[in-house]
């Protein structure tokens, strides 16, 4: 049987391929897990620096305790900005206020009550229009409830309030 030859320049391909999975996989996992495992949330800003520039100074000193031979340790830093950004980092920041957000609107000038004719507040015109987390007289487009109409009362309303 032949043997398998392998050059030189493919072990040195192999090499850097395991140091970055090594330098990344090491770096990243402390603050994966206490993202998205322990937390759940996101972290305020000087606890993520504390915490990104902790886990630098322990990644710093486990290689030079490997026997790291780089001088500036660059791929360390760039894995601490990294760690900052998955601290602080939200998963759909475009999606705080629900799934149903309407198009981005530079201005809400082309949308008016139903009833009134008034300018909707932005925040109702970005994010409340046809979303069923919201009461209905938002969610059709009318300023208030009282524009909503004369003749809508809750199920249960009683007499004094024009209920049967």
Request: net charge positive; proline share 5%.
């Amino acid at each position: 049987m032949e043997e398998l030859i392998i050059s030189p320049g493919f072990n040195y391909i192999i090499s850097i391929a395991l140091s970055i999975v090594i330098t990344w996989g090491i770096g990243l996992t402390p603050p994966l897990l206490i993202r998205y495992v322990f937390l759940k949330k996101t972290i305020a800003k000087k606890p993520a620096i504390i915490i990104a520039s902790v886990f630098w100074f322990i990644n710093f000193l486990l290689f030079v305790a490997l026997g790291s031979r780089s001088k500036t340790h660059a791929a360390l830093f760039l894995v601490a900005v990294a760690s900052y950004y998955i601290l602080r980092t939200r998963v759909n920041p475009g999606k705080q206020f629900g799934e149903y957000q309407s198009t981005k609107l530079k201005s809400n000038t082309d949308i008016k009550c139903k009833g009134c004719g008034k300018l909707l507040p932005d925040a109702q015109a970005a994010y409340m229009l046809n979303n069923p987390e919201y009461s209905e007289w938002c969610r059709e487009g009318y300023c208030c409830l009282s524009c909503f109409g004369e003749n809508y009362l809750p199920p249960k309303a009683g007499k004094e309030l024009g209920g049967k």
